[in-house]
């Protein structure tokens, strides 16, 4: 199994600053690779897929890089609707083993 | 309005069986793969299950296989997931969610909420 290790855990970060967040593959999933946003009681929106392409309807101000086993989530400019559980995604397998990471909460500082 | 509606949650005793189902509207649920993801309380996601767009091929999350069965019924644009034998660790929100292949989740329901509990 891929394991998916996200960091930090927790990032406190003021409306209006970037907001970095990390997330490591235990082997290479090449960009097989995807992001989605959780707000308390809803349920996940997918943000990123293929490591750096935005989905349907994503603001700019999200975007995604990276390949192999290191991905970036990066938000440039935090709204106050950004605050939320962030969980990044591989689907290098075959057949399919899904797995996400832990999850970074984006909390305001 | 796409629009997935899952239900058939609730308190379960352990060994116990119970059906799930989702509700989808707005798109033709015959043109994509399906998934079920979990999410015990307070804990991250957990895939368990995809099924192909036309029913005949499946792959289960290992702690679950042999006990869970996705399925679905395209006349009636409705996934369901039956899972047998009960476990504490069961206990989650479980989402239907739209596979944009076999890879990314691009639609999510609200989930139903599974307790498994004496």
């Known amino acids: 199994e891929i394991v998916m290790t996200q960091s930090p855990a927790t990032l406190s970060v003021s409306p209006g600053e970037r907001a970095t967040l990390s997330c490591r593959a235990s082997?290479?999933?090449?960009?097989?690779l995807a992001w989605y946003q959780q707000k308390p009681g809803q349920a996940p929106r997918l943000l990123i897929y293929?490591?750096?392409t935005r989905a349907t309807g994503i603001p700019v101000r999200f975007s995604g890089s990276g390949s192999g086993t290191e991905f970036t989530l990066t938000i440039s400019s935090l709204q106050s609707e950004d605050f939320a559980i962030y969980y990044c995604?591989?689907?290098?397998?075959?057949?399919?083993?899904?797995?996400f990471g832990g999850g970074t909460k984006v909390e305001i500082k | 309005q796409v629009q997935l509606v899952e239900s058939g949650g609730g308190v379960v005793q352990p060994g116990r069986s119970l059906r799930l189902s989702c509700a989808a509207s707005g798109f033709a649920l015959s043109n994509y793969a399906m998934h079920w993801v979990r999410q015990a309380p307070g804990k991250g996601l957990e895939w368990v299950a995809v099924?192909?767009?036309?029913?005949?091929?499946?792959y289960y999350a290992d702690p679950v296989k042999g006990r869970f069965i996705i399925s679905r019924d395209n006349s009636k644009n409705t996934l369901y997931l039956q899972i047998d034998r009960l476990r504490d660790e069961d206990t989650a929100v479980y989402y239907c969610?739209?596979?944009?292949?076999?890879?990314?989740?691009?639609?999510w329901g609200r989930g139903t909420m599974v307790t498994v509990s004496s």
């Open positions: 082997q290479s999933v090449s960009s097989n």
């Open positions: 969610a739209r596979g944009d292949g076999y890879d990314v989740f691009d639609i």
């Open positions: 099924i192909s767009y036309d029913g005949k091929t499946r």
């Open positions: 293929g490591a750096s």
């Open positions: 995604q591989q689907y290098n397998n075959w057949p399919p083993r899904l797995t």
